[in-house]
């Protein structure tokens, strides 16, 4: 085959994950990606997609190898986001049967090592409330945030991932702090690579976009800004790195102290008018616990939290 890589960039756009397709179609689809990745992980001849690699072309297979994790990884947030544990069982054993893995073999190499996103009670909570906006409505509702009269309701957006990008984001935040970045974040960005709420249409309660495209994020994208830009004010002895935003009023950001191991959150109000941050949540993971808490209103975790011109 003259271009084996576009061949194969093609068959992993047809077997993409879609709602439309019957459980044996998913079977399917799932099996003939891992089984390939499992034969270009473990075999010196590798087959792809039934087809056994011609002499002289194992490494042109293998380096594509990125193409069909990435391809993987979308599957298993798909079967998550459908159905839960056990699509997530159901992922792992149609791996394991195949030999496969999302992880690579060597971490020096030029592969993405896409790690995978801890299976916690916090994210799968977020979750639900993305995925069905429709709980968002009383608490937004009762908080004024949206009106009866208007037929106003609550929609959510998140970014699509891309595990190449979240890892070059994920390392610059290491090479900066000398850390790496929480857990939960990172399993974030693997499941949405930044994540809206506000009043919209009702007709489009949820949606998957590039991340380039989402609205004023509660949680930035790893393409939204610069999430470095306030670092060089160096807030309370904590240098700061901004995770979200609330729109013309503030940043939500880690806090790294070179005397602490720590990675609380903070807020910070975006004309620097001297007011001094505020500890939002001891960790992360603590701070979307809180937001899932108020219906994913931001203003409420700042009340909460007693912040100046909140409180």
């Known amino acids: 085959m003259s271009d084996i890589g576009a061949w194969v960039r093609q068959k992993l756009v047809e077997l993409a994950p879609s709602d439309s397709l019957q459980p044996g179609e998913t079977g399917q689809r799932l099996a003939s990606l891992a089984q390939s990745l499992g034969s270009i992980q473990g075999w010196s001849r590798p087959m ?7 002499p002289g072309d194992e490494e042109r297979v293998k380096a594509l190898a990125p193409h069909f994790r990435s391809s993987l990884a979308g599957w298993r947030r798909h079967l998550s986001e459908t159905h839960g544990e056990d699509g997530e069982a159901f992922f792992e054993d149609v791996l ?20 995978k996103p801890p299976n916690s009670d916090v994210l799968r909570r977020l979750d639900q409330l993305l995925l069905q906006p429709a709980r968002l409505d009383v608490p937004w509702r009762d908080a004024g945030y949206i009106e009866d009269e208007d037929d106003e309701t609550v929609c959510t957006w998140v970014g699509r991932p891309e595990p190449a990008r979240i890892t070059a984001y994920a390392e610059s935040y290491e090479a900066e702090f000398g850390r790496t970045l929480p857990p939960t974040l990172t399993g974030l ?18 949606a998957r976009v590039e991340p380039g495209e989402l609205a004023q994020p509660q949680v930035w994208s790893t393409c939204c800004g610069d999430p470095f830009a306030i670092d060089s004010l160096v807030l ?3 240098r700061m790195f901004i995770v979200g935003e609330l729109a013309d009023s503030g940043f939500v950001c880690l806090g790294a102290s070179d005397s602490s191991e720590e990675q609380e959150v903070f807020w910070v109000p975006s004309d620097f008018s001297g007011q001094p941050p505020t500890r939002l949540a001891p960790s992360f993971a603590a701070f979307i616990e809180d937001w899932c808490e108020v219906g994913l209103l931001l203003p409420e975790v700042l009340r909460r939290r ?6």
Do not use: K, M, Q
């Open 189 to 206: 960005l693997l499941r949405h690579d930044g994540v809206a709420v506000g009043p919209g249409d009702e007709r489009a309660r949820f």
């Open 306 to 311: 007693c912040v100046p011109g909140w409180d």
């Open 96 to 115: 394991r049967r195949y030999g496969a893995s999302l992880h690579a073999a060597d971490v020096g190499s030029s592969e993405v090592v896409i790690p």
């Open 236 to 238: 309370r002895g904590t």
């Open 48 to 54: 792809v997609f039934g087809l056994l690699c011609a």
